[in-house]
């Protein structure tokens, strides 16, 4: 089994900017693909970003895209979501996920993903 676990989440304003680490232990294999999901109050889970481990290929919800950057370091099994320009609808409980084994790319679906992480805040105020 994988267990997976989050930090780097906190309080900015709005234009700022934080770095979500993700660090995995357990077993993980190369066809793997992790992602990186958000929960606000109220709302469903939404996806974010997803990176296939391997090869480093990436992809980014519309809402995201251009300021949020998923990346992974190999060697500390850890997945990462840097994140600029921060808008107070980014607030959300940031969960990382991963499959571990082949999927069709990209993988979006939540429920496709074998294990969670119990998600860090992160708050964007006005």
């Known amino acids: 089994q994988v267990q997976l676990l989050e930090s780097g989440g906190g309080l900015v304003q709005t234009g700022g900017s934080l770095r979500l680490s993700c660090a995995a232990s357990?077993?993980?294999?190369?066809?793997?693909?992790m992602g990186w999901f958000r929960q606000a109050s109220g709302k469903e889970r939404e996806f974010v970003a997803t990176i296939r481990w391997s090869a480093g290929i990436t992809d980014y919800a519309d809402s995201v895209k251009g300021r949020f950057t998923i990346s992974r370091d190999n060697a500390k099994n850890t997945m990462y979501l840097q994140m600029s320009g921060l808008k107070p609808e980014d607030t959300a409980v940031y969960f990382c996920?991963?499959?571990?084994?082949?999927?069709?790319?990209?993988?979006?679906?939540?429920?496709?993903?074998?294990?969670w992480g119990q998600g860090t805040q992160v708050t964007v105020s006005s």
């Open positions: 996920a991963v499959r571990l084994y082949g999927t069709p790319w990209p993988l979006r679906a939540p429920d496709h993903y074998d294990y």
């Open positions: 357990g077993r993980t294999f190369s066809s793997a693909s």
